[in-house]
């Protein structure tokens, strides 16, 4: 079992609609959590991070982590068609020298 | 644009050969980490310097190294290389010693003939 678990899609969805994105993982020592929008063949872009349990919202996004569930969302309102992208959930472990571990990525397609 | 610079864009080599990709972070940052992104493996963290000094490794093969440079910008070279090393090779740069909010270069495309 991999200790991120991340559902790679394709994920597609109308424009204007809720879009849920969702990471699991088994490691209770993970204290910050990322998530990290990629468009084709470019770098991955920081979209927000949180530490420990809880929500943050940043315009349409809305990070949520529940770590009694070992389970975090990334919520976008009002999808859009520039939406479309590989959505990468991130963690860091921060004991001693860290551990930092990727999802593999969920793809979105916003559809106009 | 993230501010992180990477050279070079696309590199093709052969099987057995060594290459050198660079990373200029951004303004500021003390840490700079490397990432390989390939098809089926997705994006795996491999080393990290903080301000001259090796941090973190993650999967990083022995016939990988990098080193940061005192004016901060980093190499990773690659070894002996095979077939299986081509991928996209990022660079990312933080303030912090830890990559909670880093931002990425552009990548450099690595194709081993």
């Known amino acids: 079992q991999k200790e991120v678990e991340q559902d790679p899609g394709p994920l597609s969805v109308p424009e204007g609609a809720i879009v849920s994105l969702n990471c699991t993982y088994s490691n209770s020592a993970f204290q910050y959590f990322m998530w990290y929008r990629q468009y084709s063949r470019k770098g991955p872009e920081l979209l927000m991070y949180t530490y420990s349990s809880g929500n943050k919202e940043d315009g349409r996004f809305t990070a949520q982590v529940d770590k009694s569930s070992k389970y975090i969302s990334l919520f976008i309102r009002d999808s859009q068609p520039s939406d479309s992208a590989t959505y990468l959930c991130a963690m860091i472990a921060p004991s001693g020298t860290y551990k930092y571990i990727f999802g593999t990525g969920t793809r979105l397609k916003v559809l106009a | ?113």
């Open chain 2, 1 to 113: 644009d993230s501010g992180v610079t990477q050279t070079p864009k696309h590199l093709i080599t052969a099987t057995g050969q060594r290459v050198t990709l660079r990373c200029s972070p951004r303004s500021g940052d003390l840490s700079v980490y490397w990432y390989q992104q390939s098809l089926d493996q997705g994006l795996q963290f491999l080393i990290q310097y903080y301000n001259g000094e090796e941090r973190a490794k993650g999967n990083i093969l022995e016939r990988f190294s990098a080193q940061q440079f005192p004016d901060l910008h980093s190499e990773l070279n690659l070894s002996s290389l095979e077939l299986g090393d081509s991928a996209l090779y990022f660079c990312a740069s933080s303030v912090e010693g830890i990559p909670r909010e880093q931002y990425f270069g552009p990548g450099t495309r690595l194709t081993v003939t």
